[in-house]
């Protein structure tokens, strides 16, 4: 079985205007000039999809950063994934920590948005990670392993389906994990791929999100099972992305 495409997927939060149309056209020349051994994903606000979609970026996809478990119905201010799917997306973020926390998002919850992304022929990016308490007892890469377990849809299949770990003490807080204890993380998720999917599991991206930035970057993504990155305030602006995305030209 041969190793996914690496994956660099900027996650833009509750940033960005209109204007912040210009931070895509710059990204797609950047690459257009200097080259990208990676695929590259900007999952922006729900306000700025349509508009960056628009722009139809040769070398940047455009995702979404979450949605409803339903397809429609009286849920207000909710945004389903067939309605992302219509906009041009074709990736759903799901399970990021802070909705986990801001929102009490629980594993099942997050099942259920993978599921109502893959079942419209989206690809679910499933967040997991665990706090600095879980990290200091000892229990990292037991919460990890059952995250991974169980917020992966029944009807997953490696096509459509990504995984994300970012450890929730380390995002945005300049702190990122040693090499060694990302790799320790990331095989420990691959080998649950693995028995879920069999060797089929080697195919499916596992991203490293946290505190990534151009200076750590080629160290981070060189690190054996990370296929790529899951990147937040470093994907703000274009030349700084691309200084992480630059990376996978010098890892060949």
Known sequence: MTTPKALVAGNWKMNGLKSAATEIMRLNDLVKEGGARCDILICPAFTLISTLCDINSEYVAIGAQDC?????????????????????????????????????????????????????????????????????AGRALNVVTSQVKASIPSGAVVENTIIAYEPVWAIGSGLTPTATDVEEVHNAVRDVLLERFSDHGTQINILYGGSVKASNALELMSVNNVNGALVGGASLKADDFYGIISAYNEIG
Not at 124 to 136: D, H, L, P, Q, S
């Open 68 to 136: 409803h478990m339903n397809m429609n119905g009286a849920h207000t201010g909710d945004i389903s994934a067939e309605m992302i799917k219509d906009l041009g997306c074709g990736h759903i973020i799901v399970g990021h920590s802070e909705r986990r926390a801001d929102h009490g998002e629980m594993n099942e919850t997050v099942n259920a948005k993978a599921s109502a992304a893959q079942s419209v022929g989206l690809k679910a990016i499933i967040c997991v990670g665990e706090t600095i308490e879980e990290r200091k």
